[in-house]
């Protein structure tokens, strides 16, 4: 009897510890509390859905990783801190359209800085390739090297340059996101 009551306090801590490892939730995709970036440890700070069409189409689930929760857009886009944004989709979308959607947001983010960013933006679109339901796209800037970018863990590359990071993040923190649901999500909101 006590070693069942042992097996069952023992499976019971084992399912607590493992719910431990993933501190998000959204829309059944799972991100841990912390991810390592060049030794730093960095916090989840929020995640949300991405929405697309008339139809609000859920494209993928993001979360955003800081040095320091924050939940000051502005503090976080005057910083050049290490940072992660991840992109786990849900719905696959074409080469053109993540090509376009990049074009459009940092128009939106960034449109007095284009001129000096195209090149880079040109770079980043040169990596893109459309993407199916269930793979990730990672984003990580390391404080003054620039923006690397994984697609499901394998490196595709780096931009260079604190000012593309800061245009880069400010598609999804900036005063024109591509959804105010998806940017409170990342400010540590409700996930919606």
């Avoid at 069952?8 to 998000?24: N, P, R």
């Avoid at 080469?95 to 000096?116: I, V, Y």
């Avoid at 800037?141 to 880069?168: C, M, N, W």
Wanted: hydrophobic share 45%; glycine share 12%.
């Amino acid at each position: 009897m006590k070693i069942r009551l042992w097996c069952v306090v023992f499976a019971a801590a084992l399912a607590l510890a493992g719910g431990a490892v993933h501190a998000g939730q959204c829309d059944g995709v799972s991100f841990p509390d912390h991810v390592t970036v060049r030794g730093q440890v960095l916090a989840l700070n929020g995640l949300g859905i991405r929405k697309a069409t008339f139809f609000r189409i859920k494209v993928y689930v993001a979360a955003l990783y800081l040095a320091r929760r924050s939940s000051n857009a502005a503090a976080i886009l005057s910083h050049d801190e290490s940072s992660e944004i991840a992109l786990h989709f849900l719905w696959h979308v074409t080469t053109d359209e993540l090509r376009g959607a990049w074009r459009e947001g940092f128009a939106r983010s960034a449109k007095g800085e284009l001129p000096q960013l195209r090149s880079r933006i040109a770079t980043l679109d040169g990596w893109m390739h459309g993407v199916d339901s269930g793979q990730t796209m990672t984003f990580v800037h390391v404080s003054g090297q620039g923006i690397e970018y994984l697609l499901d863990g394998v490196k595709q590359g780096t931009i260079p340059g604190a000012d593309f990071a800061r245009a880069f993040l400010g598609i999804w923190l900036g005063a024109r996101p591509p959804g105010k649901a998806l940017k409170a999500g990342l400010l540590g909101g409700r996930c919606q």
